[in-house]
T-cell receptor, first 112, second 110 residues
Framework: NAGVTQTPKFQVLKTGQSMTLQCAQD?????MYWYRQDPGMGLRLIYY???????DKGEVPNGYNVSRLNKREFSLRLESAAPSQTSVYFC???????????FGSGTRLTVV | KQEVTQIPAALSVPEGENLVLNCSFT??????LQWFRQDPGKGLTSLLL?????REQTSGRLNASLDKSSGRSTLYIAASQPGDSATYLC?????????FGKGITLSVRP
């Protein structure tokens, strides 16, 4: 099915460990995004890539890095995980500015 | 900085009721507004997308309106059903980004 695919769906990390969340879309969209969702805080933008080859910080970028590997793939890396990064992470894509967003099913990350 | 507000945070209605969910935003310089549905533990499903030049969009029992000048949008759900129980999120698109409200958790009682 066409859409946004995120892996893994669940992950438990120990404080200080690193990991990469993967995201791929098959809709030929130009823009991709990483959000985190926390109770009482809603969805907050971490990083986005308006087009292949560009990345920009969102509202809460500290502790994260991203890579726009190609037009399809946009990964999010936690270099040294902290308990404050326990959250649900969503990847999204859109054709370009002004178009609707399509979201992946999320990665539930727990840092202990 | 764009801020999106959805009040109330939770709503409980009896089955069959017509209801309106409200969304307000502070900066009217937007490209579009999108309503999403989120079921517990799941991802976001897009319901309706309204471009800044449009006033409303309809899909089945759902109708969303946009008043950009006043910074308001409403999602109208006709003849609510228990299957409509979910969290409804409003998000505004501007500056290559989508800013979300915190959502309204709707419970439709049989």
């Amino acid at each position: 099915n066409a859409g946004v695919t995120q892996t893994p769906k669940f992950q438990v990390l120990k404080t200080g460990q690193s990991m990469t969340l993967q995201c791929a879309q098959d809709m030929n969209h130009n823009s991709m995004y990483w959000y985190r969702q926390d109770p009482g805080m809603g969805l907050r933008l971490i990083y986005y890539s308006a087009s292949e080859g560009t990345t920009d910080k969102g509202e809460v970028p500290n502790g994260y890095n991203v890579s726009r590997l190609n037009k399809r793939e946009f990964s999010l890396r936690l270099e040294s995980a902290a308990p404050s990064q326990t959250s649900v992470y969503f990847c999204a894509s859109s054709e370009m500015r002004g178009y609707g967003y399509t979201f992946g099913s999320g990665t539930r990350l727990t840092v202990v | 900085k764009q801020e999106v507000t959805q009040i109330p945070a939770a709503l409980s209605v009896p089955e069959g009721e017509n209801l309106v969910l409200n969304c307000s935003f502070t900066d009217s310089a937007i490209y579009n507004l999108q309503w999403f549905r989120q079921d517990p533990g799941k991802g976001l499903t897009s319901l309706l997308l309204i471009q800044s030049s449009q006033r409303e969009q309809t899909s089945g029992r759902l109708n969303a309106s946009l008043d950009k000048s006043s910074g308001r949008s409403t999602l109208y759900i006709a003849a609510s059903q228990p299957g409509d129980s979910a969290t409804y999120l409003c998000a505004v698109g501007a500056n290559s980004k989508l800013t979300f409200g915190k959502g309204i958790t709707l419970s439709v009682r049989p």
